[in-house]
């Protein structure tokens, strides 16, 4: 099975802090997703890469940058974190093999908290 | 854009019982229909596909899409105490799993008959 990792698994920030989630995946996958989850939302998405250095806007993209680096590593960045980006986090990888035969596989998560 | 809503918010099921879970979406054009599954304070996880319209079965989940009326189902029977989680309900307009935009989940709470 698909192996996506997440650092860090909890983080603390205050208003106005930066933050830096990190997802690796090692599966050869060529898409990656940043999403966001919440009460009441279900999972909802920031951004998404389909390589290095392709970075595609989601449905949610205000506050948030990311960067693609490599095929494996795709990141997502909190400059001026603030309170309503209190949420937990999942990255996923997903590949466009064979047509109807497509998943999109998730990391653990990472929960943050901005006060 | 996309729009995918899931009901009910939240299911009591009593063991042993049959449940029905709906997502219903608004584009027509859509092309993949997926339910994922949460257990508590674990990642989301692919549960079932499915591409056409009909139903397709694998153990005790059903998934059942109806492309014209823009709905899809996900029914559990035999409820055990393991189906506690949260389903999430996804479509996308091509063929992979790409572009899926979610709903907001069901939570299935099951309880003792």
């Known amino acids: 099975e698909a192996a996506v990792t997440q650092s860090p698994r909890n983080k603390v920030t205050v208003t106005g802090g930066n933050v830096t989630l990190s997802c690796r995946q090692t599966?050869?996958?060529?898409?990656m997703y940043w999403y966001r989850q919440d009460t009441g939302h279900g999972l909802r998405l920031i951004h998404y890469?389909?390589?290095?250095?392709?970075?595609q806007i989601g449905d949610v993209p205000d506050g948030y940058k990311a960067t693609r680096t490599t095929q494996e590593d795709f990141f997502l960045l909190l400059e001026l974190a603030s309170p309503s980006q209190t949420s937990l986090y999942f990255c996923?990888?997903?590949?466009?093999?064979?047509?109807?035969?497509?998943?999109?596989?998730f990391g653990p998560g990472t929960r943050l908290l901005v006060l | 854009q996309q729009k995918v809503q899931q009901s009910p918010e939240s299911l009591i099921v009593p063991e042993g019982a049959m449940t029905s879970l709906n997502c219903t979406f608004s584009d027509s054009a859509s092309q993949y229909f997926a339910w994922y599954r949460q257990h508590s304070g674990k990642a989301p996880k692919a549960l079932m596909s499915i591409f056409s319209n009909g139903e397709k079965e694998e153990g005790r989940f059903t998934i059942h899409l109806n492309k014209a009326s823009l709905h899809f189902s996900l029914h559990i029977r035999d409820s055990q105490p393991s189906d506690s989680a949260l389903y999430l309900c996804?479509?996308?307009?091509?063929?992979?799993?790409?572009?899926?935009?979610f709903g907001s989940g069901t939570k299935v709470i099951p309880c003792l008959p």
């Open positions: 996923a990888s997903s590949d466009e093999g064979a047509l109807n035969q497509d998943t999109q596989y």
């Open positions: 599966n050869s996958h060529n898409y």
């Open positions: 996804a479509v996308s307009p091509t063929g992979f799993a790409s572009a899926l935009t």
């Open positions: 890469s389909y390589g290095a250095g392709n970075l």
